[in-house]
T-cell receptor, first 112, second 116 residues
Framework: QQQVKQSPQSLIVQKGGISIINCAYE??????FPWYQQFPGKGPALLIA?????SEKKEGRFTISFNKSAKQFSLHIMDSQPGDSATYFC???????????FGAGTILRVKS | DTEVTQTPKHLVMGMTNKKSLKCEQH?????MYWYKQKAKKPPELMFV???????INESVPSRFSPECPNSSLLNLHLHALQPEDSALYLC???????????????FGSGTQLSVL
């Protein structure tokens, strides 16, 4: 119940294309869903986050879509660029917990 | 200053050595974290300090000993490690959770540890 399942494991997208990464969860107590981006040799950095009271959040080229009934959320990267090549982790947590539960990660490669 | 600074960046140690990892932040955050990350895996939580007190220990072996000397510093003391402890050790900080919680985690770049 504490797991967050992330897919795909890896993704190759052409420059200018749309990258889509999906996550699913079981624990309905989760109420905070961030996405982290990690470049080689660096720590993860928060990209964008959503709470279940909205179905979509957009920040620049990055959009989170959230489906509460299906217990799924996804990251869309529009106009993907080679500089977006990184590992992306979805995560989830409960309101009163310090612990983030991470997905397994998706390695994104954007080909120029 | 929105940085979490970790030293050293790389560390090689033998199984009988004692070493320490250091982490520093000056964002006024009162929650600090140690994570362990194996290659191609997500970060795994080890310890959480809130207001300089240990609030979460994720059943980490005693060969890892955390310390929070003040609100800006976090140490991880290492002793008698095993080769399987080789990993990237990440420090993070955030505001102390209060509704809405789990405010943005700021991660450092990590210490890449190799145990021989």
């Amino acid at each position: 119940q504490q797991q967050v399942k992330q897919s795909p494991q890896s993704l190759i997208v052409q420059k200018g294309g749309i990258s889509i990464i999906n996550c699913a969860y079981e624990n309905t107590a989760f109420d905070y869903f961030p996405w982290y981006q990690q470049f080689p040799g660096k720590g993860p950095a928060l990209l964008i986050a959503i709470r279940p009271d909205v179905s979509e959040k957009k920040e620049g080229r990055f959009t989170i879509s959230f489906n509460k009934s299906a217990k799924q959320f996804s990251l869309h990267i529009m106009d993907s660029q080679p500089g977006d090549s990184a590992t992306y982790f979805c995560a989830a947590s409960m309101e009163y917990g310090n612990k983030l539960v991470f997905g397994a990660g998706t390695i994104l490669r954007v080909k120029s | 200053d929105t940085e979490v600074t970790q030293t050293p960046k790389h560390l090689v140690m033998g199984m009988t050595n004692k070493k320490s990892l250091k982490c520093e932040q000056h964002m006024g955050h009162r929650a600090m974290y140690w994570y362990k990350q194996k290659a191609k895996k997500p970060p795994e939580l080890m310890f959480v300090y809130s207001y300089e007190k240990l609030s979460i220990n994720e059943s980490v072996p005693s060969r890892f000993s955390p310390e929070c000397p003040n609100s800006s510093l976090l140490n991880l003391h290492l002793h008698a490690l095993q080769p399987e402890d080789s990993a990237l050790y990440l420090c993070a900080s955030s505001q102390v959770p209060s509704p809405p919680t789990n405010e943005k985690l700021f991660f450092g770049s990590g210490t890449q540890l190799s145990v021989l």
